[in-house]
T-cell receptor
Framework: NAGVTQTPKFQVLKTGQSMTLQCAQDMNHNSMYWYRQDPGMGLRLIYYSASEGTTDKGEVPNGYNVSRLNKREFSLRLESAAPSQTSVYFC???????????????FGPGTRLTVL | KNEVEQSPQNLTAQEGEFITINCSYSVGISALHWLQQHPGGGIVSLFMLSSGKKKHGRLIATINIQEKHSSLHITASHPRDSAVYICAVSPNFGNEKLTFGTGTRLTIIP
C-alpha cells in the first residue's frame, strides 16, 4: 500500500497563477484533510472532507477550493496564488466519520509551494 | 478553540539520554496525538491516546486527563530520533479538526 500520496512534491508559482494539488489514499478511508505548515506555527486545517461528496471549511480556507472527486482523491486548488500561500501543504486521511470516535490521521509526504 | 502548548521548543541531548517532551491543552478532548516529522520529511503518527499510557519500542506516551497534560518520553535516545515532535488534540466528540502544537525540535548528538 502506498498510503497517502501527493503531487507535486515541489512547485513554484508566480502571483496570480493557479494550480491544483492532488492527493490520493489507498486505505479506503472516509475522511480526508488538507493542512498547511508554516514556520513557527502549528499545522492549520484548510479544508476537510468527512466523506465522499462532502467538504467543509477549516481554520484557514480563504484563497482555496477543494474537490472530493471520489473516496480516494481529494484535491486542493489555488485559483489565484498569492505570496502568503507560500507554505508546505500536507494531505491526510483517517478511517471513520468525524465525531464518532477519535481517529489516527495518516499524512502524505507534503508539497512545498513557493509563490513569487 | 483549544490552545495546545509544547515545551521545550528546542531540545539538544547526548545519545543515550532519557528525553521528555511535554504538551498541555486548555479544553477537554477526546484524544491526544503525538506525531514525528523528520527534517524535510513527512509526518508520521506515533501515538493516539485517550487515557493512561502507551509504549512502542523506546517511546512512551502518557496522558493525565484531569491535568490536561501529556508527555512523550524517549529512552536510550539515538541520533535517528532527531526530529520535530508534534502534539495534537482531537476535540471533544465534535469532529476531527485537530489542533496542533508548534512542535519540539529534538537533536540527539552522538
Amino acid at each position: 500500500n502506498a498510503g497517502v500520496t501527493q503531487t507535486p512534491k515541489f512547485q513554484v508559482l508566480k502571483t496570480g497563477q493557479s494550480m491544483t494539488l492532488q492527493c490520493a489514499q489507498d486505505m479506503n478511508h472516509n475522511s480526508m484533510y488538507w493542512y498547511r505548515q508554516d514556520p513557527g506555527m502549528g499545522l492549520r486545517l484548510i479544508y476537510y472532507s468527512a466523506s465522499e461528496g462532502t467538504t467543509d471549511k477549516g481554520e484557514v480556507p480563504n484563497g482555496y477550493n477543494v474537490s472530493r472527486l471520489n473516496k480516494r482523491e481529494f484535491s486542493l486548488r489555488l485559483e489565484s496564488a498569492a505570496p502568503s500561500q507560500t507554505s508546505v501543504y500536507f494531505c491526510a486521511s483517517s478511517e471513520a466519520y468525524p465525531g464518532l470516535i477519535p481517529n489516527e490521521q495518516f499524512f502524505g509526504p507534503g508539497t512545498r509551494l513557493t509563490v513569487l | 478553540k483549544n490552545e495546545v502548548e509544547q515545551s521545550p521548543q528546542n531540545l539538544t541531548a547526548q545519545e543515550g539520554e532519557f528525553i521528555t517532551i511535554n504538551c498541555s491543552y486548555s479544553v477537554g478532548i477526546s484524544a491526544l496525538h503525538w506525531l514525528q516529522q523528520h527534517p524535510g520529511g513527512g509526518i508520521v503518527s506515533l501515538f493516539m491516546l485517550s487515557s493512561g499510557k502507551k509504549k512502542h519500542g523506546r517511546l512512551i506516551a502518557t496522558i493525565n486527563i484531569q491535568e490536561k497534560h501529556s508527555s512523550l518520553h524517549i529512552t536510550a535516545s539515538h541520533p535517528r530520533d532527531s526530529a520535530v515532535y508534534i502534539c495534537a488534540v482531537s476535540p471533544n466528540f465534535g469532529n476531527e479538526k485537530l489542533t496542533f502544537g508548534t512542535g519540539t525540535r529534538l537533536t540527539i548528538i552522538p
